[in-house]
T-cell receptor, first 110, second 112 residues
Framework: GENVEQHPSTLSVQEGDSAVIKCTYS??????FPWYKQELGKRPQLIID?????GEKKDQRIAVTLNKTAKHFSLHITETQPEDSAVYFC?????????FGTGTSLTVIP | DAMVIQNPRYQVTQFGKPVTLSCSQT?????MYWYQQKSSQAPKLLFH???????NEADTPDNFQSRRPNTSFCFLDIRSPGLGDAAMYLC???????????FGPGTRLTVL
């Protein structure tokens, strides 16, 4: 089955700085890669996604890059704000399944 | 205008006492998922339905079963809950595979 690794597990940045979270996957059949933000006690919330026929996607302060050859993808958050503090999960989807990375706890220090 | 509804939001059961969690959706999505999320861990896929086709993950314990009587509803049955089954259980739907998932609010299960 698919194996998704995510780094780092914790990340602290100063407000206004950038944050980068990286994931790798193992199954070459995966071709959809969503990123989720999860606040304590709440459901995961999709923040951005990318398909394997695209190398990069941007939505305001959030961007995702995908290197299908190397089987890795990354989340970039620029101009971080305190409300960006949460746990972020990457996921990879082959067929109809979704496999999550282990999560990154992001703290933005005001 | 809730799209994915889970009931109950909080469930307390006793060790070994069967429990059923429910999920319903108003999106008419053909794929429904059940995840288990333990504290400080990632959601772990238990199984999913593509229409009526049931797909079990290889490492999902036999203690967990699921039913999907129609497009809108899906149930998670835990036949003999153990202390290790205490977790948040998340239901999600998607129109097709490899498309955006919509999550329900989750059911937090406590096993005494």
């Amino acid at each position: 089955g698919e194996n998704v690794e995510q780094h780092p597990s914790t990340l602290s940045v100063q407000e206004g700085d950038s944050a980068v979270i990286k994931c790798t996957y193992s199954d070459s059949a995966s071709n959809y890669f969503p990123w989720y933000k999860q606040e304590l006690g709440k459901r995961p919330q999709l923040i951005i996604d990318i398909r394997s026929n695209v190398g990069e996607k941007k939505d305001q302060r959030i961007a995702v890059t995908l290197n299908k050859t190397a089987k890795h993808f990354s989340l970039h958050i620029t101009e971080t704000q305190p409300e960006d503090s949460a746990v972020y999960f990457c996921a990879a989807s082959p067929a109809n399944q979704f496999y999550f990375g282990t999560g990154t706890s992001l703290t933005v220090i005001p | 205008d809730a799209m994915v509804i889970q009931n109950p939001r909080y469930q307390v059961t006793q060790f070994g006492k069967p429990v059923t969690l429910s999920c319903s959706q108003t999106l008419n999505h053909n794929v429904m998922y059940w995840y288990q999320q333990k504290s400080s861990q990632a959601p772990k896929l238990l199984f999913h339905y593509y229409d009526k086709d049931f797909n079990n993950e290889a490492d999902t314990p036999d203690n967990f079963q699921s039913r999907r009587p129609n497009t809108s509803f899906c149930f998670l049955d835990i036949r003999s809950p153990g202390l290790g089954d205490a977790a948040m259980y998340l239901c999600a739907t998607s129109r097709e595979g490899q498309n955006e998932q919509f999550f329900g609010p989750g059911t937090r299960l406590t096993v005494l």
